[in-house]
C-alpha cells in the first residue's frame, strides 16, 4: 500500500515521490512510502518501507534512515511511526495538522483515505529527551578535573536553551573513579530548569579527583538510569531519543560486579562492549558519545592504543583530544548535536489489514 503523508503548512510545489507525481496539496513537506502488516507467531507486524522525505527546491525533510521503521498500534486504529532525527530548512515552521493520502491503481492517483475520515492526523515536534554526562574523576585527573567540570557546566547551558527551560530535557550526571565512588557521585536524570542547572552546577563542583578509572561500570549505570528515568517520567510522552556523554582520560581499571560474575575489570569490559551498545529506551538505540585524553600516567603507546580501541568498541563516537583546551569545543559540537537530534517527527497512518 503507498502512503504519502503531507504537511499543510508553507505550501509550495514539489516534484518528488516515487510515482514521479505532483505532491497532491503541494504541500512543502512530505513523507512518502509503502506500509505493509504481517502476522508471525499471532502477532500483527506494521512495517512502513522506504520512506522518503522531501527534497524540492522549496524545502527539505529528512531524517535517520532505519533498517526497518515498525509503527505501533494505537487508538483510533491508527498505526503510528517515530521517524528520528527529522529536519528541515525551517524547524520551527514544520508542525500542525498533517493528511494522509493513499494511492489508488485504479484511478491512478493520490486519493485521501476513506478508512481515516478526513484523513488528518496530527504533527508534534517530540521535545522530551534524556541524557546522561559521565566524568572522569580518577586520581590521574589532577588539575585536569577543573577543566572537565568547567566545560561540563558550559555543557549544561547550551541544552538549556533549546529546551526553553521547560524541563523536557532531562540531565544527570556521574562522576566515576572506582565503583563505590561512582555509586556516591550520582545525581539522576532531572529536568534541565534554571533551579536544577544551578543544582547540577553545585554537583559537578563538589567532584574530587581521586581513586582508579570504573568507566564502562558508570556508562552500564547512566544507560540503566535512563531507562529507569523513561518509565518513571517520560513514557507516553513524545520522546526523541536518550544519550550519553562521557569524558576518560584512562583505561578502565577497577570497573567489575560481583553480582552479575565480572570480578575483574577485563571480564568487565567484555561484557560492556556487548552489553552497552545493545542498551535502548522506548526500543531506541542510546546515542553515545566518548572524548577521551591521554593521561599522564599512562607511559605505554600500546596501553594507550589498546584503550583507544576498546573505547571505540564501546561508544558510538570516540573523540580524542590532545590537550583540555579542545575540550570546549568539543563538548560544543556534541551539545549541537544533541539539539538537533530533539525535534522527531511522529506520522499516524491508519490501520490495514495483515497480508496473508
Known amino acids: 500500500m503507498a502512503v504519502l503523508l503531507t504537511a499543510l503548512t508553507l505550501p509550495a510545489v514539489a516534484q518528488y515521490n516515487s510515482k514521479s ?100 492526523s496530527e504533527y508534534e515536534k517530540a521535545t522530551y529527551m534524556n541524557f546522561m554526562l559521565v566524568l572522569d574523576c580518577s586520581g590521574s585527573m589532577g588539575g585536569g578535573l577543573i577543566d572537565l567540570k568547567n566545560n561540563a557546566k558550559y555543557f549544561l547551558p547550551r541544552m538549556l536553551e533549546v529546551s526553553g527551560g521547560k524541563g523536557n530535557v532531562r540531565v544527570g550526571v556521574i562522576g566515576f573513579s572506582t565503583v563505590e565512588y561512582s555509586k556516591s557521585h550520582t545525581v539522576d536524570p532531572v529536568p534541565l530548569n534554571q533551579d536544577n542547572y544551578n543544582y547540577l552546577c553545585r554537583f559537578i563542583d563538589g567532584l574530587k579527583s581521586e581513586g582508579g578509572t570504573a568507566l564502562y561500570y558508570s556508562v ?83 596501553i594507550w592504543n589498546a584503550t583507544v580501541n576498546q573505547l571505540k568498541s564501546v561508544f558510538d563516537e570516540y573523540i580524542p583530544i590532545y590537550n583540555m583546551n579542545e575540550l570546549h569545543g568539543t563538548f560544543d559540537n556534541i551539545a549541537t548535536s544533541l539539539i538537533e537530534r530533539i525535534p522527531c517527527s511522529t506520522c499516524a497512518w491508519p490501520r490495514v489489514s495483515p497480508a496473508v
Open 21 to 120: 507525481l505532483k505532491n497532491p496539496d503541494e504541500a512543502t513537506y512530505a513523507i512518502t512510502g509503502n506500509m505493509q502488516s504481517t502476522v508471525t507467531g499471532g502477532q500483527t507486524n506494521y512495517e512502513l518501507l522506504n520512506p522518503q522525505g522531501t527534497s524540492g527546491r522549496n524545502g527539505y525533510l529528512t531524517f535517520r534512515r532505519e533498517n526497518h521503521h515498525y509503527g505501533n498500534l494505537g487508538e483510533g486504529e491508527q498505526v503510528t511511526f517515530s521517524l528520528q532525527d527529522a529536519k528541515t530548512d525551517r524547524p520551527n515552521k514544520f508542525r500542525g495538522e498533517m493528511v494522509f493520502w493513499s494511492w489508488n491503481d485504479e484511478a491512478m492517483e493520490w486519493q485521501i483515505d476513506v478508512e481515516s475520515g478526513s484523513g488528518r
Open 220 to 302: 552500564n549505570a547512566a544507560a540503566d538510569k535512563l531507562q529507569q528515568d523513561y518509565e518513571k517520567n517520560l513514557r507516553g510522552k513524545r520522546f526523541a531519543g536518550a544519550a550519553i556523554v562521557a569524558f576518560t582520560d584512562g583505561h578502565d581499571n577497577t570497573s567489575t560486579d560481583e553480582a552479575k560474575g565480572y570480578s575483574n575489570s577485563k571480564d568487565y569490559y567484555n561484557y560492556t562492549k556487548v552489553h552497552f551498545p545493545a542498551q535502548t529506551v522506548n526500543s531506541m538505540d542510546i546515542q553515545s558519545w566518548c572524548v577521551g585524553k591521554r593521561g599522564a600516567d599512562i607511559n605505554s603507546d600500546n
